[in-house]
């Protein structure tokens, strides 16, 4: 059985990883660690960064076999702003797959409040009058009206993390 440690105590994203990683072959410890970029990642280039800092971390700071990072941030596109979101997996092998996720374009005001500086969960909160958006359905199941929540979009992410990792293990590996 080959532990992963997923670099966050974040539930939502803790949730994708049992989602998606059977508890039968793999078991799954969370550790809070930094990513090493802003609160509020601004592009799809940092908070890839983020989510491959997370993976890092998480392996070096356990014994565990694979990290994994998952991140979310926000990119600007065309003068929009637009939810983005992505994910890392590293071995002791240094084996690494990185892959992003959906796009959901934010609301003016929403964008209005990252514009000012503030992070989207505060925003969102703020946005809808709930509390903890960032730890239950996230700003996507606000804005899908919960047809796809934050954990479930991040499980996207790690099925696309898995998929390219176990077809590595079985055809030679490539660092991204």
């Known amino acids: ?25 793999y078991r799954i410890v969370s550790l809070e660690v930094p990513s090493g ?17 997370r993976a890092k971390r998480a392996l070096e700071a356990t014994e565990a076999d694979i990290g994994i990072g998952l991140e979310g941030g926000v990119t600007k596109i065309d003068g929009q702003w637009w939810l983005c979101n992505w994910g890392a997996l590293v071995d002791r092998d240094g084996v690494m797959v990185a892959a992003g996720g959906a796009r959901l374009a934010l609301p003016p005001d929403v964008g209005a409040g990252i514009e000012a500086g503030r992070e989207l969960g505060d ?49 030679g590996s490539f660092h991204v």
Request: with cysteine; net charge positive.
């Open 1 to 25: 059985m080959k532990t992963v440690a997923v670099g966050t105590n974040n539930e939502a994203k803790i949730a994708a990883v049992r989602a998606v990683l059977s508890e039968k072959e």
């Open 123 to 171: 925003v969102m909160e703020a946005y809808t009058g709930r509390r903890n958006v960032r730890r239950k359905e996230g700003a996507v199941g606000v804005l899908t009206n919960g047809r796809v929540d934050r954990s479930a979009m991040f499980s996207h992410i790690v099925e696309l993390l898995a998929g390219q990792y176990e077809w590595l293990c079985q055809n």
């Open 37 to 53: 970029v802003s609160a509020q990642p601004l592009s799809d280039e940092e908070t890839r960064l983020g989510a491959i800092r």
